[in-house]
């Protein structure tokens, strides 16, 4: 009984050791984004899709040593080495991981630098969201729409089909993402059904921009 129960638990260890990703709890409650975005979508967007991100990545990493105690970033930055399952599942999980962090029940608007460099690229806040919207509405099929500092530190909006991200190596638009949006169907459709101009409008009402601020003065030190 003693060695059966010491196996059962060298079992759970090396499994847990294998765990490399793990999911991140939502630093807020799944319905604290209504009415824009239900809790439901959100409960199975969170638990559900990113959780099959985050276990199949991690089913890569046990059956690839090449992707052991790499960083998501590094992956994402290298994933042309890697195959269609990392640059997916690897994918999903990095670009779930930050738009958690970018929403936020308080809402705002941008401040500092970033207002400011907002105004100066694309005229006023007002055009901005205009330009991000439609890219975000023109993304056909599933995808990403973002906000990143691109190589030469410059603001630029672009977009990504699947889970593909701009730090990856096989986008066209590279940059550190400071701003992103998921419209893929399964981030929208329980609440607003086709409508995805309506979810996109809803979105500006909950952006965390002291995170999105964050992000970009981090991206602009690089
Ligand atoms: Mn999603």
Known sequence: MKKL???ALVILISHVSFAQFTLPALP???NALEPGFDEQTMQIHHEKHHGAYVSNLNKEVTANPALQGKT???????????NTSVRNNGGGHYNHSLFWTILSPKGGSPSGALAEDINKTFGSFDNFKAQFSDSAKTRFGSGWAWLIVDQNGKLKITTT?????????????????????????HA??????????????????IVNWDEVNKRYNEAKKK
Do not use: H
């Open 72 to 82: 998501i970033e590094d992956i994402c930055k290298n994933v042309s080495k890697y």
């Open 161 to 185: 089909p699947n889970q593909d991200n701009p730090l990856m190596d096989v986008v066209k638009e590279k940059g550190t993402p400071v701003l992103a949006l998921d419209v893929w169907e």
């Open 28 to 30: 807020y409650a799944y």
């Open 5 to 7: 129960l010491v196996s």
């Open 188 to 205: 929208y459709y329980l609440k607003y059904q086709n409508k995805r101009p309506d979810y996109i409008n809803a979105f500006w009402n």
